[in-house]
């Protein structure tokens, strides 16, 4: 196709793509080098007949002068980034000095937010996208082993936990494991501990919120795996059922070999899909216990009084790296392999 | 896959089956539960006294005088103004979907039939593109729109999903339109065709099975969007999930539980029976891409 033609056939999506999500980057990027005005501030002097007093109160007038003057605020430099919210390097190198041991300064690390957030970011990653794959699977192999002619109603069952929003999703489970629904109640009465509740401890909550992420996801995984395991070619399967090979030794050297390319795109998207986690906190009311990186950004564009536009594209910047340090293997592979095929 | 070697051990088909029955229990359970609760009072289907209320409906024999009562859905639909709500989300979703397979059906035709090394650069860029988390992306937007002043209104929401809805569209559409054979519109364009009579002549009439997934995803993100839709509409624009959000409550006011529990039923019904309809395309366009690898 000629390039001419090509850009006029691009040109709407291509348009589309760039203001609103090239542009956007951008724009983060240069609102995390302001912060929100300081309020201007005044001496007002107070007099009644018992003398004079000085106090200082907040010029509302010059302040909102100021902020429509220069809504972007205050230019910060990399301040937001190093600030008490975020990296908070000065607080690190306190600790490392105050603190006797590691563990109590990882300790004390781990309660910065920006830390707590990324701590639970990467713990959420690292335990439902290796579950994912497995359940994924499982299920996958085992409604190929089912008459083809119920597997459609049982796949329609299966991909229920993924197509409702995951707000949705929580709210349902929540619903049932809180103190007051079905599983919570049923919890209590089995441990015989009628406090016990998921918001009353921090692992409980991950451990819900983990759950949770591994029952939305799964069906993903299922669907890729079982539209892959209807590839797999029989011949080599059944010269190794021939040659004595029992079931785990196909599986493990027949069908995994074959389907590995599409367990890397599995991964890959879930691990992405899981690096943004964000809705469940919100549906598990969980913002106690648990944050996400996600979720920041979330807090402080919802902020009552000022939002703070310098701090979540701050902490947005800095999701952006790590997005781009997960994609950044796959990228390269893609590249290499671009370039031998040409 | 029926090996005609393989032979299943009855321990194993019994194995299989049970565990196909508990996955599908833990897949579905929370949704038959959650419709079967949102027929009763909050002092039943949330019971502080004994979960067996919300089977037995002991509070809602009290206070109704029925084992079931709609209650929860009239009072959310007339005075939660959940109606408003679905009709944001229906104006939403339509213009979302038809104008990102528009302009997704122009791009992706474009990316597979050029050769140049750019369209992969875009391919990769849509894929990075794909990758950002919408939150960033609205800490971006959040500034400028407020000075432009198109904050609030469903139209700015519309064109933000539209844009963030894209990349995926087109990498979808681009493995569609890689399977639809080259010579064909190559035949046209010899015989005198521009690309855009090609496009229109000949492969619009083919598009359409990839065109109904592509659309089929664009309508589940614009339905089931939480994170844009909150923080882009005002109170008074709300669609569906923020405003289940809404009627959750917050420390400063009480929410209504059950008219939230409604509204989850009332927003996942007409998506369950869409995919219920869909299943084949669902399935097909999740995997394009994945297992032609």
Request: aromatic residues 14%; charged residues 15%.
């Amino acid at each position: 196709m000629p390039n001419k033609t090509f850009f006029w056939f691009f040109l709407p999506t291509g348009l589309a793509m760039i203001l609103f999500i090239g542009l956007p980057i951008i724009s983060t990027g240069i609102q995390s080098f302001y912060a929100q005005h300081d309020q201007v501030v005044k001496e007002v002097k107070k007099c009644d007949p018992f003398g004079c007093t000085v106090s200082i109160v907040v010029d509302q007038e010059a302040t909102s002068i100021l902020r429509d003057e220069k809504p972007l605020g205050k230019f910060n430099g990399f301040g937001t980034y190093i600030d008490r919210n975020h990296l908070a390097i000065e607080q690190i190198s306190d600790f490392w000095k105050e603190t006797d041991s590691f563990g109590e300064f990882i300790n004390q690390v781990t309660n910065l937010p920006f830390y707590k957030a990324l701590l639970f970011t990467l713990t959420y990653c690292l335990f439902v996208t290796p579950n994912v794959l497995l359940l994924g699977f499982i299920i996958a192999l085992s409604l190929n082993a089912i008459s083809r002619k119920i597997r459609g109603p049982l796949i329609f069952g299966t991909i229920l936990p993924m197509i409702v929003t995951p707000l949705v999703g929580s709210l349902v489970l929540f619903w049932m494991i809180d103190a007051e629904g079905i599983i919570g109640a049923n919890l209590q009465l089995m441990m015989e501990d009628p406090y016990l509740s998921l918001k009353s401890s921090r692992t409980l909550t991950w451990i819900t919120i983990i759950i949770y992420g591994i029952w939305h996801h799964s069906p993903f995984a299922f669907v890729v795996f079982y539209a892959a395991l209807q590839t797999v070619p029989q011949e080599p399967v059944e010269a190794a059922i021939i040659d004595g090979a029992s079931r785990y030794q196909r599986i493990r050297h027949i069908v995994l070999p074959h389907i590995y390319p599409v367990v890397t795109f599995v991964a890959l998207i879930s691990l992405m899909d899981n690096f943004r986690v964000f809705e469940p906190i919100i549906g598990f009311s969980a913002e106690g216990s648990a944050q996400s990186l996600s979720w920041l950004i979330y807090d402080n564009l919802v902020n009552e009084e000022v939002i703070l536009f310098g701090s979540a594209a701050a902490t947005s910047m800095m999701t952006i790296i790590g997005i781009a340090i997960l994609l950044a293997p796959v990228l390269i592979r893609t590249w290499k392999e671009f370039r031998t095929a040409r | 896959m029926e090996y005609g070697l393989d032979k299943r051990s009855n321990a194993l088909k019994t194995f299989n089956t049970t565990f196909i029955i508990i996955w599908l229990l833990i897949a579905c359970f929370p949704f038959i539960w959650t419709f079967w609760g949102s027929f009763k009072v909050r002092a039943d289907f949330f019971s502080r006294a004994d979960w067996w209320y919300a089977i037995s409906a002991f509070n809602t024999l009290l206070e109704t005088g029925g084992q079931f009562t709609s209650k929860a859905y009239s009072e959310a639909w007339s005075e939660g103004e959940f109606w408003k709500a679905s009709r944001n989300t229906i104006i939403v979703t339509v213009f979302v979907v038809s104008i990102s397979l528009f302009l997704g059906t122009l791009g992706a035709y474009a990316l597979s039939r050029s050769t140049e090394r750019y369209a992969f650069w875009i391919l990769i860029a849509a894929l990075i593109f794909r990758a950002m988390p919408h939150i960033t992306l609205v800490s971006g937007y959040l500034f400028p729109f407020f000075e432009l002043q198109i904050w609030g209104i469903l139209p700015t929401t519309i064109v933000v999903l539209v844009a963030i809805n894209q990349p995926f569209t087109l990498w979808l559409l681009y493995s569609f339109f890689k399977t639809v054979p080259k010579e064909l519109d190559e035949s046209a364009l010899i015989d005198g065709c521009s690309y855009f009579q090609a496009f229109r002549y000949i492969i619009m009439p083919v598009m359409w099975p990839g065109v109904i997934t592509a659309g089929l995803f664009s309508l589940m993100l614009a339905y089931n969007d939480f994170t844009v839709t909150a923080l882009l509409l005002n109170q008074e624009n709300h669609t569906m999930v923020p405003k289940i959000q809404s009627y959750l409550g917050t420390n400063q006011h009480e929410g209504n539980l059950m008219w939230a529990v409604s509204a989850v039923v009332s927003a996942t019904a007409p998506l369950f029976m869409l995919v219920m309809f869909f299943q084949r395309q669902v399935i097909s366009g999740l995997t394009t891409g994945a297992v032609k690898g």
